[in-house]
């Protein structure tokens, strides 16, 4: 994957996908401020969700092993995950022991990020996507470019052709006469998955939280297929971030109010499905029949979070509820889409988290900072006020503290000059009379911009710069006093 300034480049170049995306967010938008509006204590759900996350991340290590000693003695089985490789393992061992060849998945981004279906692929187990857009993007062959829509990019008109295309190859395929009207679309993915549905022995989910006194597993979704994966097959795997947990169920009033709004632009999602361990109702005679699965597994995964929480400035990401409002809201975004950011995380958070949780290793994590107008329209968006601006700056002075490691370049050597320029005024005057004589020799009248300089391509490539004006602003002050003289407007 190329760095973030050569992949939006090319994304910029999709004009159906620019069109899709504008549509799609402004849409979300729209229906998110109406229902947030209805809420005068808004503010205060932000900032008592804000208080229990960093009450939660405060004392982690205490909260994940009560969750633990809660999901066990409910029947669950835990298993602590590191890092993606002993996660990926983890979920593999126990679909294979399960005697299982194909599992169905829902709601986990987790999943996406640590490379999942890959793994389950090499140790021979098929996995299919049953959310109606996660759905539409494994049939295309795609990755997700949202993190609630995964298929945000595309329209009905490019849904129906992967379905008349491509669900054959994944099972039952699409009917004769399907429409792109939505209700054809979903009457078609809803014949297909329920045949996997009443195949499938294994189920791998995620959890939008888990409730650590309890050791309950919880999951918000608009469709229903989320709860069918965890009733219906014999074995249960979800993979959750170690992040996801709160304390008490009274916490959770709190972030439902503030999710389903902040994500769908509802008063609340249609569906939410909660599962502590296994649970056991009695049959016809008295006896005891499992309801649900009847293994339930837990996976507990790392994969450089504790690394964030050790960054006193940087852990406030760890607080997303990846209700996805920073995206359609941020103007980076809704232009280029997720697949420019690289990561299963795309936009203002991604932007944010994927450096922390990768690490600033790579010439695309440390341009992910950089992918942001720093408008700040992120942080009013965010129900769990993530500073994400800060975050962005403060991963900006960790790239630039990492400098000297890096080749120099044209653009750092230029901003150093201007940064020398700048401490000395008999410097700046000088430069001040040059950027005088530039403008009679950049033709183009008072609109021009400077244009591309060589070795500066790709500062130039991204920015309009004007032509700088004729006279000085302090030129200007000295020769009119302050613009009280004749001659007094403004440069």
């Known amino acids: 994957m190329p760095p973030f300034p050569e992949a939006a480049a090319h994304e910029l170049r999709n004009s159906q996908q620019r069109h899709n995306l504008h549509k799609a967010t402004r849409t979300i938008r729209a229906k998110r401020d109406a229902l947030v509006a209805e809420r005068d204590d808004w503010e205060q759900l932000r900032l008592s969700a804000e208080a229990i996350k960093n009450d939660t991340l405060a004392h982690l290590d205490e909260y994940l092993l009560q969750f633990e000693e809660a999901a066990t003695a409910a029947g669950a089985i835990v298993h602590w995950a590191p890092d993606a490789e002993s996660a990926n393992r983890i979920v593999a061992r126990l679909a294979v022991d399960a005697g299982a060849d194909e599992v169905v998945k829902a709601k986990s981004m987790t ?230 950011y690289g990561s299963v995380y795309p936009g203002p958070i991604g932007a944010v988290l994927t450096p922390q949780l990768r690490g600033l290793h790579s010439e695309q994590d440390r341009n992910l900072p950089y992918a942001s107008s720093l408008c700040g329209a992120c942080f009013d968006a965010c129900p769990v006020r993530i500073p994400i601006p800060h975050l962005l700056t403060h991963l900006r002075s960790k790239v630039v503290d990492a400098e000297p490691a890096f080749p120099p370049s044209p653009e750092r050597v230029a901003m150093k000059a201007a940064s020398a320029i700048f401490e000395r005024p008999a410097a700046m005057g000088l430069g001040e009379r040059l950027a005088g004589l530039a403008h009679k020799v950049i033709r183009g009248g008072p609109d021009a911009n400077v244009p591309s300089v060589p070795g500066l391509a790709g500062w130039f490539g991204s920015r309009d710069v004007a032509v700088p004006p004729p006279e000085s602003f302090s030129n200007w002050w000295s020769r009119t006093d302050g613009g009280t003289r004749d001659g007094g407007d403004v440069p």
């Open 111 to 340: 999943t996406e990020e640590i490379g999942l279906d890959r793994a389950l692929a090499a140790a021979g187990v098929d996995a299919y996507e049953t959310d109606l857009a996660a759905l539409i993007v494994q049939l295309a062959g795609d990755v997700p470019s949202h993190i609630v829509v995964p298929a945000i990019h595309r329209n009905r008109a490019e849904i129906r052709q992967i379905f008349d295309k491509n669900m054959g190859a994944f099972g039952r395929p699409a009917p004769d006469g399907m429409t792109d009207d939505p209700a054809s679309l979903a009457a078609a993915a809803r014949a297909h998955l329920r045949e996997k549905f009443l195949r499938a022995g294994v189920a791998v989910t995620g959890a939008n939280f888990a409730v650590a006194e309890t050791g309950t597993l919880m999951l918000v979704e608009s469709e229903g297929n989320g709860r069918m994966c965890v009733t219906m097959p014999k074995t249960l795997i979800s993979v959750v971030g170690i992040e996801k947990i709160i304390p008490t169920w009274r916490d959770t009033e709190v972030f439902l109010q503030l999710l389903a709004r902040s994500a769908t632009g509802e008063r609340m999602n249609p569906y939410t499905s909660m599962w502590t361990g296994v649970h056991h109702a009695e049959g016809v005679s008295g006896e005891p029949v499992a309801d649900g699965p009847e293994q339930v597994h837990i996976v507990l995964l790392d994969e450089g979070r504790t690394d964030v929480l050790a960054d006193p400035a940087g852990r406030s990401a760890l607080r997303c509820i990846r209700c996805a409002a920073c995206l359609n809201v941020c103007p980076v975004y809704s232009r280029t889409g997720g697949h420019a």
